[in-house]
Nanobody, 119 residues
Framework: QVQLVESGGGLVQAGGSLRLSCAAS????????MGWYRQAPGKQRELVAT???????NYADSVKGRFTISRDNAKNLVYLQMNSLKPEDTAVYYC?????????????WGQGTQVTVSS
């Protein structure tokens, strides 16, 4: 079982920056991929960014060039640096850990952290 705790959300003006952190209860070097997802009111949860154990990254088109995902295996932390924030980035941001064991994929989620970008 993997427990994830997000932090770093808040209220920021458009054009500002925030850094989200996700603390994992296990050593993340063994987790296939870590990621950030978000869900705005009335919308489905969507992928924001992922990073594999080999540090390959993937971003949603809407955040490319503005957001950066990184991981610190020694501290079991995953970060999401968000720059040039826009009102449409407003959402609850969730940390995700995806592990594959004997061909079975397991997904773990944090409780979410609110990000609000004012215009």
């Amino acid at each position: 079982q993997v427990q994830l705790v997000e932090s770093g959300g808040g209220l920021v003006q458009a054009g500002g920056s925030l850094r989200l952190s996700c603390a994992a209860s296990v050593r993340i070097f063994s987790i296939n991929a870590m990621g950030w997802y978000r869900q705005a009111p009335g919308k489905q949860r969507e992928l924001v960014a992922t990073i594999t154990s080999g540090r390959s990254t993937n971003y949603a088109d809407s955040v490319k060039g503005r957001f950066t995902i990184s991981r610190d295996n020694a501290k079991n932390l995953v970060y999401l640096q968000m720059n040039s924030l826009k009102p449409e980035d407003t959402a609850v941001y969730y940390c995700n850990a995806r592990s594959t064991v004997v061909g079975i994929q397991y997904d773990y989620w944090g409780q979410g952290t609110q990000v609000t970008v004012s215009s």
